[in-house]
């Protein structure tokens, strides 16, 4: 039987609340949970830096749990924007994670070449999500400010990367705590516009 995990039960109990207009979603459930996703992406996206850094042999198993987290991601939205948009969002950031593991691969082995066209790719996959979420919900999420928010999170993320595959492991530790205030900045601009958005499936509170 495939696990699943405790945020996917808090999520799928999130999802009903919502399916039933009589049980309106807590705003701060929903604020919490949406941190707790996006504070897990990019924990597990260091856990695997460090792994492939050092070829560890948890690395694989380690980018397997990163990967369920995008799935975890895309069904959170799922409720609101359909099964459709939640899968593809689930698409566009396991291609985020999976151009970023190329990247780590190709810098690891001083390829210039390879290492160049991933971060060319891993950049163009931010601005395809900067615009699927605008597209998902223009009012609340600007494009810009979307777009400025994933450039930022995929700077600070190489930056770590390259401190730690250059053994500047206090630059690396910096890095991380830099990226999770980031990424919690940019969890409650999503959980803050879905509820602006879908005030009906939300309490008051």
Not at 65 to 75: C, E, S
Request: charged share 25%.
């Amino acid at each position: 039987m495939k696990r699943i995990s405790k945020m996917a039960i808090l999520l799928l109990g999130l999802c009903l609340g919502a399916a039933n207009p009589a049980s309106a979603l807590s705003k701060t459930a929903f604020h919490d949970a949406m941190r707790k996703l996006w504070e897990d992406h990019v924990t597990w996206t260091r856990l695997y830096i460090v792994s492939a850094a050092a070829g560890l042999p948890d690395a694989q198993l380690t980018a397997n749990r990163l990967l369920q987290n995008q799935k975890d991601i895309g069904d959170a939205v799922a409720d609101f924007y359909g099964r459709p948009a939640a899968d593809q969002l689930t698409a566009l950031l396991k291609d985020h994670i999976l151009t970023a593991a190329n990247l780590v691969g190709a810098a690891k082995a001083n390829d210039q070449a390879k290492a160049a066209a991933a971060k060319k790719r891993w950049y163009e996959n931010a601005d395809e999500i900067a615009a699927f979420l605008h597209k998902a919900n223009p009012d609340h999420w600007p494009l810009a400010a979307l777009q400025s928010a994933m450039k930022t999170h995929l700077d600070q993320t190489l930056d770590d990367a390259t401190h730690r595959l250059q053994g500047k492991y206090s630059d690396d530790i910096k890095d991380y705590d830099a990226i999770v205030q980031h990424i919690l900045m940019m969890a409650d601009t999503l959980s803050d516009g879905i509820v602006a958005q879908f005030p009906q499936k939300f309490d008051t509170k």
